[in-house]
């Protein structure tokens, strides 16, 4: 099992950068296919973005976030980011890291595919 431990949140203004860090440990982080989601109160939990397994050289992004938005992994460091640019309001929300063990599937977008979790990263945007 992995464990993952989300930092990096904060209050940002419209515009603004925040680089959100999903720190894992308990396994061997390069075989763990990485992903982010996010979720306000009363609202759906939503996929955000994801990268594969070892290389993470395949990635995938929601419309929403797509070109703003950045992921990356360090392997040897057992760390996962998301890189956020030009934050908007409509990008507040509880941030959360998740992973899968082995590559994505073509159903990457779907929280049930990522068993493990971290507690979470606030992500505030003031307009």
């Known amino acids: 099992q992995v464990q993952l431990v989300e930092s990096g949140g904060g209050l940002v203004q419209a515009g603004g950068s925040l680089r959100l860090s999903c720190a894992a440990s308990?396994?061997?982080?390069?075989?763990?296919?990485m992903g982010w989601f996010r979720q306000e109160p009363g609202k759906e939990r939503e996929f955000v973005a994801a990268v594969d397994w070892s290389s993470g050289r395949t990635t995938y992004y929601a419309d929403s976030v797509k070109g703003r938005f950045t992921v990356s992994r360090d392997n040897p460091r057992n760390t996962f980011y998301l890189q956020m640019n030009t934050l908007k309001p409509e990008d507040t929300a509880a941030y959360y890291c998740?992973?899968?063990?082995?590559?994505?599937?073509?159903?990457?977008?779907?929280?049930?595919?990522?068993?493990?979790w971290g507690q979470g990263t606030q992500v505030t945007v003031s307009s």
């Open positions: 308990g396994g061997t982080f390069s075989y763990y296919a």
């Open positions: 998740a992973a899968r063990w082995g590559p994505l599937n073509t159903q990457a977008t779907q929280a049930t595919q990522y068993p493990y």
